[in-house]
Every structure is written in C-alpha cells, then in structure tokens.
C-alpha cells in the first residue's frame, strides 16, 4: 500500500482532512473512494444540489460496510415486523437514521426516488432523525433500500427494539384528549358570546339553544378529555394520598354539575367555558412536558443496544440469524464494528474488544484465541468467530442489567405542589362552610350559588397551569442544553440533591480522547514524520491515535504490511518502522497495567507511547464550581494511577475512590442515603447502572443522547458536564417560579371570591377571570424560566 501528499487538503464530500490525494474528479479532492463514490452516484441523479445547501454536508465512507450486512432483512419474519403498513405495491417502513445533521441531509434524503423508481416517496423527521419511506417491493427490498442508505452515507440503525417496537412519545390518545378539549373549548367561548354581551333578552331562542349545544360539547371534554385527571387522582386516594388533582376533579365536577343545573332549570348559561378551558390549558401544559423528553427512552434494556442479526457459520455457510435464535455452540462471525452479543470463546483470528459501553473505558482490549469475550463488547479489526457459551438472555451484560433492574428506590416525598394544594384545599373548604353557614341565616337560597361559585373560583388549577407550564419551559431549555429529564418530577429532585458522585472513567474523561506521553530515546522530526504516516495507515483505533497526536504531514509509506492483533510495519525514507505490542516489537510481554503501543526502527526499540484517559476541558472548572456547595466523591473502577491529577482538581476532604466494582459503587451510595444525604450519581456504562437506580438522581452520561445508556433519572451529553452546576441552580428556580405565579392567581382567587362569597359572580366575571389568570400565568412563567436561564448562560 503506497500513498503520497504534498499538500494537506479537505474533502468535498465530508470536509475531513485528506492526509492522501489519489482520488480527485476535476478540481475537487476526496478523503476516501467511498467519498468519491457517494459524490458521482449524486451527480449521475442530479443531486449535487445537495453540496449547494450546506459545506462538506456528507459523512465520511473511509470504513466500508461490508456486502451482505443487512441480508437479515431478506428474512421475511424480521421485515414484517419493521413494516409499518403493507398493500398492493405499496409498502411504509421507518428507519432511525443517526447520521442526520443538517438541510442538506433532508433535501437527500427527501429524494431517494430519484435514486431508485421503486421509492415513491420518502419523509423526514429532523427531530427523531427517522426517515418514513415508502416504496413498491416489487421494485426494491426493504434490504436494498437500508443499502441505499448506507452507501450514501446514512447507515440506518436497527435494533432489536425495532422488533419489539418500543417507540418512546406521546400517545395518540393525549393528543386526541387535547384536540377535542381545545375544539369544544373555543366553541363554547363563541356560544357563550350573547351571555358576555348582555344579549340574552334579546336572542332568547338562540341562546337556549347555544347553551344546550354547549352542554353537548361540554360532554366530550368531561367524559373524554378529563381522564388523565381522574386517572391521577383515583390512584393518589388508593395509595391514601390527596395530590393536586384530587382537588381539581372535584372542581371540574361542580362545574359542571352547576352548569347543568342552570341549563336544565333555565337559571343561567353554566360556566362550559371556564370548565373546557381549564380542562385544555391543563393538558396544554402536560403535552408541553411530555413532548420534551419523547424522543427519549430512559426504561432501557440491553436489546436497545444489539442489532437485530448476526452472521452464524452452518457447515461452513454464512447465515443471518436474529439474536433470540443463538444458542450455545453455535458458531459467530464478526466483523470489524459488530457487537459481541453472546458470551463466547474466541475460536479463531485477533480481537480487539471495546468495552467502552460495558466498563467506560474506550481503549480496546486485546484478546487471544481460547479467552472468554462478554457479551456488550465490540470488535475494533478484522474477522473474529466466536463459540458462544452461553444464550443472549443469560449473558454477562443481561445479568448485569438484570441485577440493576433488582435495585429499587424508595417512595419519593411528594412534590411541594401537592403538599401546597392539599393545605389550598383546606382552606377552600373551610372558606365554603363558613360562607355556607352565614348564607343559611342571611338568605338561604343563595347556599347553593355561593358555595359552588368559591368550589370554581378557587380551583387550584392555577397552582397546576404554573407548575406543568414551568416545568415545560425548564424541559425545554434543559433539552436545549442536551441534559434529558425522565419527567418534571426529577427537577425537583435535581433542587435538593447535597452529595455528587462522578464515576471517572467515561464521565471525567473522554471516550474519544486520550492523553499520549512518549517514553524512550529522543524522536527527530523526520522520525516523528515517518511513525505519524506509518500510523496513519492502520484503522486501528491507537493507531489513528498516535497519527493524529503527532499531526505531522503525510508521507510515502513502502512495501505496508498489517498483522491484525500485533501492529504495523512499513519502510518510510528507506527506514524500516515498526508500530505495535510489546511482544510484536520487543518479543516480551509487557508486564505493567496501563495500555502501550510501542515502536521499533530497523528492529530496535525507540519507544513508547503510553495512553491515559483525557479529563474534560471543563471537568477543572466545574469541580471548582462545587467547592463548598456540595459534597463531592469521585469513583473508579481504574487503578489510582490518577489520584495525584484528581486531587489537584477538587477541594480538600473530596472522597477518592478506586478498584471499585459496580458492587462497591452500590454500596457506597446505600451509605450515603443512610447518613440522610440526597445523592445524585453520574456516569456512564452499564457498571454505573446499579449505582445510578440506587441514587436520588441517577445521570446517565452519553457522547450522544441517541446511543444507549443505562436505566437513570437524565441523559446528559457527555459535552455539556460542565453546565452541571448551572443545571442544578437552574433547577432550584423552579419553586419560585412556581410560588410566584401561585401568588399572582391567589390574588385573581381573592377577586373572584369576593364575588362568590356574595352570591354575585356573573357569567362576564367569570368569562374574564379564567383566561386572564391562565394566560397571565403562563407568560410570567415562561418570562421568568427564559430570564433566569439567560443569567445562568443556558439561552443565548
């Protein structure tokens, strides 16, 4: 393998650097053929408009996917069930396309018929980075369009949980219970116009029939669009707690109970619209929290993270099987990137193993025939076959992710909403019984009017709107920042957190990022030059380390020669170099902890390059941040090679802890919840796992909010580590804002009071007061969450 650069020059396709210029069409440099290759397919079709929208939009086609990867889609058991809808020629399916990023992505993709006539027509949704395709498979194969896909540049992702179709979001029945409720609410604002404008002397056959048509579009939004509420409340009294909407059913119910009383007896037009519009304000306010965090799934399971298929060897013929049909003694064949998904012994080739999801650690473990390979592990090189030991459900990962499901948290203490509403309802109901008590000697036919009208009036709807809307905007920015809350209930939990544990590994440090010392004899720059390019050869991921740590400019490489699970060797300026293990390169094993790839120039040992884990750039600030605020304990389960780095970075009396097993980081958390602390863990792999379900708040962190992490209260992007206090003060806000706005609808409460307690609250009262406090409400939230998340640097 020879290669040759002058001149350091980027690629049209996917803007990386092009360390090697033999592949140019016209002006224009590519990285790789596979970038090359992507660019004539879009200018045969006439879809180099794609280029125009974004710079360098493309993904980089260096790694090729091999032919047959998604033959398990010929399968047609697997297919039908990624099959949305099948008729005739017309067939709908979905994929989960990670890679999308950006206009042009969706200007492509939303052309694949020009790419194939069997695609009729294709559909994105930036947001989930799913594309819904619809095709005639008389024409094309659900396999050939995933190849379509993934020749151009958008492999699509698929899991076992497609399979089981674990589709996270808003059900269709909260979205129709928020349509028929806003549909029967705006209607009955428009009925109920006579009444607001004194008109019903002079249209009184019109205005008995408005208020009949609104008493039958009032029943929908009673019967239908409340259930969420009663749904709630039912469970609260079964476990013999009165939450906030308890005292909400019980004012939806009054007025409408009055409301048909009035009709019916002909007394008054009811309050439909007062009751629809809380009842659609309400569920405005709970879709706007729930749509925040649909695109995620925090109950997860490892069949989230395993494909759907692997290749199986049968009397010496491949065969795509699907993972729950693995059984021990059957033979795999991996190939470079695939998931080990069984327990296995490796029976043949070199395997590098990354166990970055299963322990954190993204250096990859070198592996020789006849040693155990866990299942979670990826392979980094070439074809591996492994003698699976053990099936899919009973493997080292599931184990540990069962064990963690075994972890169960104690009852939380109830929201300070719920604590507030329920004093609110006791007042409320000793200020009806009072005003019921002094009517029933002043005037005894106003009990009735009076008492129901302070039931209405006083409804803590307010006390909800302020909190579901408040919670929503917090969401919202907390999402914006990449930190991803199960619900709202966790930003209260997030406030009163006193005790953080960071696990180090994956959380402190990077996963894709390490630190390189040399050690050995001085290299000159030409030599660094020439193990630069001889690294730059290998798609090893140390390798590629080791080119981009030099960052030396290309040069001609001779006479290249790879042994997969040793290293590297080449002739560069005549020189023979060598790159690769200690016993490729010395002939001795090396006998420290730490991970090395050592180097050799006309066999004789000129050094080595030893990696360690790369901190965050903003893990010193945020652990200066926490001084003083918080009790701080780091964990890993590394050697404590680095506690000199880490006890320059935090305060005095931080706990450092190391060698600990995910059953030591359980323990240690169950210590803390004992002493009384409110903990909150992050980190990341399934070895956190227990640790993070057994903490008051468990924070999952991932390089990508799509890739799999353990079960936990948030996902937070691995980038945004730094903005942790800044979440946490964030967090603390939402009680006063809340609090704030309970205040300003108290004083729309007291208004409305006075009038009730008299027996004098008309229907034009009525009408003003209720949207003018949800609506006032609602903009004093989302102007204080958006001020105090500018002044914590969370919005631009």
Request: glycine share 6%.
């Amino acid at each position: 393998m020879q290669t040759t650069v002058n001149n350091r020059s980027t690629c049209f396709h996917c803007g990386e650097d092009c360390p090697d210029v033999p592949y140019h069409i016209g002006e224009k440099s590519f990285c790789c053929e596979g970038c090359k290759l992507v660019f004539q397919l879009l200018n045969e079709n006439g879809l180099c408009d794609y280029y125009d929208l974004n710079a360098n939009p493309g993904r980089h086609q260096r790694i090729k996917v091999r032919k047959d990867k998604f033959a398990y889609l010929d399968d047609e058991k697997i297919a039908q069930r990624l099959i949305r809808f099948r008729q005739e020629n017309e067939v709908h399916t979905t994929f989960y396309l990670p890679h999308i990023h950006c206009s042009s992505c969706l200007y492509l993709l939303e052309n694949l018929h020009r790419l194939n006539p069997g695609i009729s027509r294709s559909q994105v949704n930036f947001t989930k980075k799913e594309a819904t395709i619809i095709f005639d498979e008389q024409q094309v194969s659900l396999r050939e369009i995933a190849e379509i896909l993934t020749s151009i540049g958008y492999e699509p992702y698929i899991s076992l949980t497609d399979l089981n179709g674990k589709k996270p979001g808003l059900t269709k029945t909260m979205i129709y219970q928020l349509g028929v409720a806003g549909f029967c609410f705006a209607n009955i604002m428009l009925l109920s116009f006579p009444d607001y404008l004194g008109l019903e002397e002079d249209t009184p056959l019109f205005n008995t029939a408005f208020r009949y048509l609104s008493l039958i579009l009032a029943l929908p939004v009673l019967v239908f669009s409340a259930m969420p509420f009663y749904t709630s409340s039912f469970k609260a009294l079964k476990m013999r707690f009165l939450n906030i909407d308890a005292p909400i059913v019980l004012a939806i119910w009054v007025t409408f109970g009055r409301s048909l009383y009035e009709v019916l007896t002909g007394t008054g037009t009811g309050y439909f619209d007062s009751f629809s519009g809380i009842v659609f304000f309400m569920l405005v306010g709970r879709v706007l929290q729930d749509k925040t965090y649909q695109q995620l799934s925090f109950d997860r399971d490892y069949s989230s993270y395993f494909p759907i298929a692997v290749t199986r060897l049968k009397h010496e013929k491949e065969e795509s099987v699907s993972l729950p049909d693995i059984v021990p003694g059957d033979t795999l064949l991996l190939h470079n990137e695939e998931l080990v998904p069984a327990d296995s012994i490796l029976t043949r080739g070199k395997a590098f193993i990354d166990y970055s999801f299963v322990t954190g650690e993204s250096v990859p473990v070198l592996k020789e025939v006849g040693e155990i390979i866990y299942a979670g592990g990826k392979q980094v090189g070439s074809n591996i076959e492994l003698l699976v030991i053990r099936e899919v459900s009973q493997s080292y990962l599931t184990g540990l992710w069962n064990r963690n499901g075994n972890v169960t948290r104690e009852r939380r203490s109830s929201s300070f909403v719920h604590r507030i509403s329920t004093w609110f309802t006791y007042i409320v109901f000793a200020i009806a019984i009072v005003t019921a008590g002094f009517w029933a000697y002043a005037d005894p036919a106003k009990i009735w009017t009076s008492v129901t009208a302070i039931l209405i009036v006083a409804c803590p709807c307010a006390l909800l709107l302020s909190n579901t809307f408040t919670n929503g905007f917090i969401l919202r920015i907390l999402g914006r920042n990449n930190l991803y809350l199960r619900n709202a209930e966790v930003i209260e939990e997030v406030a009163t957190v006193d005790h953080i544990v960071f696990d180090k590994t994956g959380t402190l440090t990077t996963t894709d990022q390490h630190r390189i010392d040399y050690k050995g004899r001085s290299l000159s720059a030409q030599e660094q030059q020439a193990i630069a390019s001889l690294a730059a050869q290998s798609l090893h991921p140390l390798s590629k380390a080791i080119a981009a740590h030099l960052g030396k400019e290309r040069i001609s490489v001779k006479a290249f020669e790879e042994k997969a699970g040793h290293g590297i060797e080449g002739i560069v300026n005549d020189d023979l170099y060598a790159i690769g293990s200690a016993k490729y390169i010395t002939g001795r094993k090396y006998a420290g902890t730490d991970t090395n790839v050592f180097i050799s120039k006309e066999n004789q040992l000129v050094g080595r390059f030893r990696f360690r884990n790369q901190y965050r750039e903003t893990v010193p600030t945020l652990l200066d941040e926490l001084k003083g605020k918080y009790n701080v304990t780091i964990l890993s389960g590394d050697n404590a090679g680095e506690r000199a780095s880490l006890r320059i970075m935090t305060a005095p009396g931080t706990e450092l802890l190391f060698d600990q097993q995910p059953q030591d980081k359980l323990n240690y958390i169950r210590q803390l919840r004992r002493e009384g602390h409110r903990v909150m863990m992050v980190g990341d792999g399934l070895n956190d796992g227990v640790a993070l379900l057994e903490s008051n708040i468990g924070i999952a962190v991932s390089e990508s909010s799509n890739a799999f992490t353990p079960a936990s209260e948030a996902i937070l992007e691995g980038k945004q580590l730094g903005k942790l206090h800044s979440f946490i003060r964030f967090c603390k806000s939402n009680r006063k804002i809340v609090m704030a706005s309970f205040i300003m609808s108290i004083l729309y409460n007291i208004t409305g009071l006075f009038f009730a307690v008299q027996g004098l609250l008309s229907p034009m009262i009525a009408a003003i007061l209720m949207p003018a406090s949800s609506i006032s409400i609602i903009l004093l939230s989302a102007c204080t969450v958006h001020i105090t998340a500018r002044k914590l640097g969370l919005t631009n």
